[in-house]
């Protein structure tokens, strides 16, 4: 009885970790909504949940809405000329090489629709090319085929790896996210801005996040940057944007957006269990924007 009595919570203990363990596939985070993911037989683009994927967004848009009048207007010309300028119709054609007001005006208003666009893409480059003050930095590197993840403020370092089919149930996916969810996910907190260095290991890969508006390659040997800024807290599923092997289709990316403070108690709980060499005692801080 009294073996009983020093074995039992020696048991508790063991359930416990082991509970832990188990609880660690969704990293002890509270449950969070799929935000970003692919639609069956959807045709539009991601709804937007950040500044940077609204810009891009409403330049898609505007480019639509003046591609389409061009193209009716081309393929209106193309069947004019057919119809009433053929051999039959017209046996005669003008010897004529030159109008200059046409030419003129084949000149200028291309230019002119040109700047029109310019007015706006390029202050979305710009909005993207240049880095804000980091709240959370986070060095990503691709590998064939697989996405390696480290915050470099904080020594933490992870790989995240597909998820197969009959996998999904235990990390807390369904079954629609197979070829999306991966077994680990790159955390970060609401309302920061989080700035990502992307590289590669071996071959050209590239980290996409269509819900946040960013695409970057990660070319071997070289650091690139991206940023993006998340509004609200979710799951957001992305791919490796470029070809990259016989496995390409199959390394996505996950990424869960938390609250501040679910993002320290998770830096909290990765520190022992990803880091390098175990960490000092010493609270754990993000960076604050001004």
Known sequence: MRLFKAITPMLAALLSVAAVTKAAADDLLPQLPVLGAPEQDGIALQTPFTALAREVQFLDNLLLWIIVPITIFVTGLMIWVIVFHNRRANPEPARFTHNTPIEIAWTVVP????????????????????????????KVTGFQWYWGYEYVDHDIEFSQFILERDELADYGYTDD????????AMVVPVNKNIVLQVTAADVI????????GVKQDGVPGRLAELWFNAEEEGIYFGQCSELCGISHAYMPITVKVVSEEEYIAWLERQ?????DAPRAAQPVQIATSN
Do not use: C, K, N, S
């Open 271 to 275: 520190g022992a269990e990803f880091a």
């Open 177 to 184: 996210l197979y070829l999306l969810a991966t077994d680990t």
């Open 205 to 212: 890969h590239a980290w996409a996040m269509p819900a946040f």
């Open 111 to 138: 230019a002119l629709i040109l700047l029109f666009i310019a007015l706006f893409t390029f202050p979305a480059l710009r909005h993207q090319q240049i880095m804000p003050e980091a709240d959370v930095t986070i």
